[in-house]
């Protein structure tokens, strides 16, 4: 039998990170992933399962301190940071130095324009080396980078809304059939875990229960992704997130003109034939549509649509849940097809 693969995790404590750990201990091709910790950490609990209790029924998750020379004689070839912005900007050129492999969950990888990045504020302490690594760092949304993943040394996971997004509107965008002046608006929606662990003044029960907000309108950091990985200027897209009263999925409804009059038949056929061989990707045949509950606890996105009489004006759903295709999900897919596996390994 070969040998499994060897990973750490770092952000283990965070729900995105708790999500990866859990579909890690379950792979068939993976040890038992090494939890790391920082020490700017503010869970000091030694185990992961005092954190999370739901997990202390299965053993002991110790969390240990960040140590390079510790995970080379732990024989670690792949590192996941689950860690916030900043915190991965500083640490993948350390761990790439290291001969490290690593997938990224949060944003510092993703953008390859400054203008775009600007919204992370980042000061790197090696800009040189930066520049270099945000040129070769890979935009992991396997659907449509899966032929630059398998060699990637940094593959930066997508952001939630944005997989929501970009998914949807990829095929169409790709077809030449988006009247891209009339502009494309995305109303998307999702629950509170896509704001973090940390709680706020926003994400306390009493603002979230009961209530439906917009927010980061017109200054969302998702925006940077959608508007490069589908090669958008910013005048054609408006993007407005909003909070639901739920733990976990998103729905985003997004607003398209068309340049010439199709068919509901030939919109699918668009969809259909765009992600043909995609196992995560579901098309509903119209006028059926996603919902948050049927990609909840999923790797899945879920793609609709509804044409006017018109065939001109289409209305699309496109729904995930945002701890899995949405983050940690997704960065098992890109492991997978890093390693040579099946994209479905460890996560049916």
Not at 19 to 35: A, C, G, I, N
Not at 97 to 113: E, F, P, T, Y
Not at 187 to 208: C, I, L
């Amino acid at each position: 039998m070969p040998a499994k693969l060897k990973t750490a995790v770092l952000g283990a404590t965070g729900y995105s990170g708790l999500e990866l750990t859990r579909l890690l201990l379950r792979h068939p091709r993976v040890e038992k992933p090494v939890l790391l910790r920082r020490q700017s950490d503010t869970d000091t609990s030694p185990n992961l399962a005092e954190i999370f209790p739901a997990l202390s029924g299965n053993g002991s998750y110790p969390l240990q301190p960040l140590s390079w020379p510790s995970l080379r004689q732990q024989g670690v070839e792949l590192l996941f940071l689950a860690t916030p912005h900043e915190a991965s900007r500083s640490l993948v050129p350390e761990a790439i130095a290291q001969g490290l492999r690593v997938i990224d969950l949060s944003g510092a990888w993703r953008l390859k324009h400054a203008q775009h990045r600007s919204v992370y504020g980042f000061e790197d302490a090696d800009a040189v080396t930066a520049a270099e690594l945000t040129k070769k760092a890979v935009y992991g949304l396997p659907e449509l980078s899966r032929d630059q993943i398998p060699s990637a040394a940094l593959v930066a996971n997508p952001g939630c809304y944005a997989t929501s997004v970009i998914l949807a509107l990829a095929p169409l965008l790709a077809a030449n059939i988006v009247d891209r002046e009339h502009g494309i608006i995305s109303d998307s929606k999702s629950g509170v875990s896509g704001a973090g662990k940390e709680p706020n003044s926003r994400t306390h029960f009493v603002s979230v229960a009961d209530n439906l907000s917009a927010y980061s309108v017109f200054g969302h950091r998702h925006v940077g992704e959608m508007l490069e990985q589908l090669k958008l200027n910013a005048c054609e897209l408006i993007f407005t997130p909003h909070l639901l009263p739920i733990p976990r999925g998103i729905l985003s409804t997004i607003y398209v003109h068309l340049n010439r009059e199709l068919k509901a038949s030939e919109v699918e056929s668009c969809f259909r034939d765009f992600y043909v061989g995609r196992h995560w990707v579901r098309v509903f045949a119209t006028p059926k549509l996603p919902q948050i509950q049927f990609s909840l606890h999923t790797n899945y996105c879920d793609l609709g649509f509804c044409l006017a009489d018109d065939g001109r004006r289409l209305v699309l759903v496109s729904c995930v849940d945002n701890l899995l295709k949405g983050a940690a999900g997704q960065a098992v897919q890109n492991m997978n097809l890093m390693y040579g596996w099946s994209e479905e390994e460890g996560l049916q």
